[in-house]
């Protein structure tokens, strides 16, 4: 630790309130790789040098279905050591909780306290398995024995689950089907030859039963390359973390039954979204095949680091089966994010995925961008042009709502020379677009009290950028007033603004499956349009009069996705 800190900067540390400390270290890391890698390189050297300890079973469970500070202090340190780049020590101090659990002879009803925390370590252990992926460990025998003995422990627990349930009247629901079937598809991935296949996998036996769903009709579609598609996607990057509150797969898989008779047939999901692919593959081969045909995957392929070697046909071919392979089946939309456009094998890339839709329209129908900004969405396009006489490509996903209306400056004219649609995220701003904001005062970021979640920080971010908290509940104001007029939700106005918006085909409804659905509040978007007054009234406070506020965001931020590209 070289440097020096003044003494009043160390007066404001000695005494500032955790969650301001929080919110000011979140201001820090954001700036980009100067920061963010000395706090984690600092906390993951802590963590090495003096590492938690390990509880025993009856100090953790001294009681055997009641939640203890020192379960919780437990998971919160296992969370600090996978989510600080040290996802392979902490595969011990998962299997060791989870052997704690059986011995200590724990039981819980569902919806209890215990019970609620088990879910969330379930989620826990899927996060830790992800980012054990994305540290592409060595593939060794000691990784490989720590992998087997916690696939292991998960499976003796569910026994454990099931002899509880064949000795007391009440059932004890197995809370780790997610994390059991994210520690199997690793194995199979890291270890092909140990033939340890994923749930998805296991749903093309015939034996599997068949869900019994139905669909409903999209109210509005678009095209996007050969399908036709609703305008509201589920998105599941609340999957990624359980910080969003956690659903046991039983609850998972209900939802989805649930979002998919309201008309949500399309899902976007990415390979870093924990095991959104898995949860959806799963689900997906459970359908009838008449609904099955119907559904609609995107998943993206995300490269943040150097490819190390060369762009050849297999290995893009390889990530398009792998993204396969997880979904148990084809991908309908491939989203391609490149970290830096300096290295421009992007663009080869590119051409052999769109290459691939002809071959093998088994594995994937069409290809889109993801987070791409203006400049190299054209550069792209242009390339494409120029190898295969044809755009190929067929739509970017980016941010868009009424505080980030970047894409309004250089994006949809862009997209609309090319024939691209928009896929937009962020358009909820994590909910802070809804009457419950409204005449509310400026929220602490890490308050226990409010307890923001990861996407609410993130847009709460987005819009201290865009204007000030007095700003926002004016814009709340003006929303809440068409609302009214249309007899809808201010939620439902905002999202309308930007469906109006040229270029955009559909919105990306952040899902927290099994937690909590706002279906058919968010269905009520289809019942009304905003007319010119509506849209004039939005845009003079959403942009700005002289549309000055909208062109200051894009001259301080950058354009689409440029915030990404200054974490690497």
Not at 81 to 94: D, G, P, R, T, V
Not at 265 to 293: C, S, W
Request: with cysteine.
């Amino acid at each position: 630790m070289v440097g020096h800190v003044n003494m009043m900067d160390d007066v404001l540390i000695t005494n500032l309130p955790p969650e301001h400390l929080r919110s000011a270290l979140r201001i820090l890391i954001s700036q980009g790789a100067t920061t963010q890698q000395p706090f984690v390189q600092h906390i993951r050297q802590r963590l090495l040098d003096s590492p938690p300890g390990l509880a025993t079973p009856r100090i953790l469970f001294p009681i055997p279905n009641k939640l203890t500070p020192e379960f919780t202090e437990y998971l919160a340190y296992t969370r600090c050591l996978f989510s600080s780049k040290l996802a392979q020590e902490s595969l011990h101090y998962i299997d060791f909780l989870v052997k704690c659990l059986r011995e200590a002879e724990t039981n819980w009803s569902v919806g209890s306290e215990l019970y609620q925390s088990l879910t969330r370590f379930d989620g826990d252990i899927v996060q830790a398995v992800q980012a054990l992926k994305e540290s592409n460990p060595p593939k060794n025998n000691e990784l490989e024995s720590k992998l087997v003995q916690l696939h292991s422990s998960l499976q003796e627990f569910r026994q454990y689950c099931h002899q509880f349930r064949e000795t007391v009247d009440s059932p004890l629901d197995y809370p780790f089907e997610r994390s059991e079937r994210q520690v199997a598809d690793v194995l199979h991935m890291f270890y092909p030859s140990r033939l340890a296949p994923s749930e998805s996998d296991k749903t093309d036996n015939a034996s599997t039963p068949l869900l019994d769903a139905s669909i409903g009709q999209a109210a509005e579609t678009f095209t996007l390359g050969p399908f036709k598609v609703p305008r509201l996607f589920n998105g599941f990057w609340q999957l990624s973390s359980p910080s969003w509150g956690a659903g046991s797969a039983d609850s998972q898989e209900a939802a989805l039954v649930q979002l998919l008779k309201a008309g949500f047939t399309a899902a976007d999901m990415a390979d870093h979204y924990g095991d959104a692919e898995l949860v959806y593959g799963q689900f997906r081969n459970k359908l009838p095949p008449q609904i099955k045909d119907k559904v609609f995957a995107a998943t993206k392929w995300c490269v943040f680091g150097h490819v190390g070697g060369e762009v050849t046909d297999e290995w893009v071919l390889g990530a398009v089966k792998e993204r396969c392979r997880r979904l148990g089946g084809r991908v309908e939309l491939l989203q391609f994010h490149w970290h830096d456009y300096g290295a421009k094998e992007y663009l080869d890339v590119l051409v052999k995925l769109v290459a691939l839709t002809k071959p093998h329209p088994e594995l994937v129908g069409t290809i889109g961008l993801c987070n791409f900004d203006s400049a190299h969405t054209e550069e792209a396009c242009e390339y494409l042009l120029s190898k295969t006489g044809a755009v190929g490509i067929v739509s970017n996903q980016i941010q868009f709502s009424v505080v980030d209306s970047r894409p309004l400056q250089k994006m949809c004219a862009v997209s609309a020379k090319y024939g691209l649609e928009l896929l937009t995220y962020g358009s909820f701003c994590g909910g802070f677009l809804s009457n419950r904001w409204l005449n509310q005062p400026l929220p602490e970021m890490y308050s226990a009290s409010t307890q923001l979640t990861p996407s609410q920080r993130k847009y709460l971010g987005m819009i201290c950028d865009w204007g000030s908290w007095d700003d926002f509940q004016k814009l709340l104001s003006k929303l809440s007033a068409v609302a009214d007029k249309h007899g809808v939700s201010l939620t439902n106005v905002a999202i309308r603004w930007v469906l109006q918006k040229p270029q955009v085909g559909a919105i990306i409804v952040g899902t927290r499956l099994g937690v909590t659905t706002h279906d058919q509040d968010n269905l009520a978007v289809f019942n009304f349009k905003l007319d010119d007054d509506d849209m004039k009234t939005i845009d003079g406070i959403a942009l700005g009069e002289k549309n000055e506020r909208s062109l200051a965001l894009f001259e301080s931020l950058g354009d689409c996705g440029n915030e990404y590209r200054k974490m690497h």
